[in-house]
């Protein structure tokens, strides 16, 4: 589903080229990305997903060379096959929980799915949220909805940028129980980018960057 390969990349305004070890994530498959801060994960997350290309190394989804589609190409795939939880929730604030989980629902190129969406939000204790203003939600109920957003197309792999680092042991606990449960509901791979050394206990499969040398 998702691999990279040989991966370089190296800031124009300076600092050490980051390398970064190979991955590989199939559907139905789980892996944590473990970082420090200056290790390079954000910037790798950002390579996998498309928001950055690399200097060097190849990001192969489905099977296609995901890495040099144009950027309008790029975007349309991301839409469509990838799930992204952000560490801080894009919403679009004017628009209510449905209208935005219908929303990415369109960005990938799919027609708005009631059901779908009312189903989600039921699994997730937020159904009562469905017409609320996503700017009138707490923060964990804003987690769930980027969650929600993340799956409601049903993509072939998740990615979640440090979704528990600011979490106690129990709420840490129940967030890696959403995302997984949702990834396999959605038949979804699933890659945990994170500097919370508290999932190296939760998850067996996984790959820890170490800091750049110049």
Known sequence: MLRTQGLRYHYANGGPELAFPDLQVDRGKELLLLGASGTGKTTLLHLVAGMRTPDAGLVTLNGTE???????????ARGKHMGIVFQTPHFVQSLTVSENLALARTLAGLAPDADRIISLLTGLGLKHKLNARVDALSVGEQQRVSIARAVVHDPG?????????????????A??????SQAQDAGAGLLIVTHDQRLKDRMSDRVELKPATS
């Open 157 to 173: 792999i998740i990615l979640a940028d440090e979704p528990t680092s600011a979490l106690d042991d129990t709420n840490t606990d």
């Open 175 to 180: 967030v890696l129980a959403l995302l997984r």
């Open 66 to 76: 995901f890495s040099s589609l144009s950027t309008a190409n790029r975007d349309l």
